[in-house]
């Protein structure tokens, strides 16, 4: 399963990639633009989510838009998740754990040219 190296290296990979780290959580910008990033479960998340709330390293991404975040979330429940938070928002959760690499890699690279400058 997938690592925060893996994000790294993937995200590092791809043109006009910075990495930040702020108050201990790091993120990927693309134009300083964000796209992919650690999201640790908040207060009202974990309320909000119940025991349903996973444990374990989070990511959020991108995504082109509502659609593709539907998509995703009917696509493996063990993989991809919401909070409030993030209704009506382009992005979604993902349990790092639990996605293969490969699977990984290709919602970075979305998630990249959700955010990148059109050439």
């Excluded at 108050?23 to 650690?38: A, S």
């Excluded at 009202?44 to 593709?68: E, K, N, Q, W």
Aim: net charge negative; aromatic share 8%; no cysteine.
């Amino acid at each position: 399963m997938a690592t925060w190296d893996d994000v790294h290296r993937i995200a590092t990979s791809m043109p006009d990639v910075t990495e930040r780290v702020r108050e201990g959580v790091v993120d990927w910008r693309v134009e300083d633009k964000l796209f992919v990033w650690e999201r640790p479960l908040r207060k009202t998340d974990l309320s909000a989510l119940g025991a349903a709330a996973p444990s374990g390293p989070i990511l959020a991404a991108r995504v082109p838009d509502l659609g593709a975040k539907e998509a995703l979330l009917a696509s493996d429940h063990s993989v991809y998740f919401t909070t409030p938070h993030f209704h009506g928002y382009p992005a979604i959760l993902v349990r790092l754990e639990h996605i293969e690499v490969g699977e990984l890699e290709e919602l970075i690279v979305e998630a990249w040219h959700a955010r990148a400058r059109r050439r």
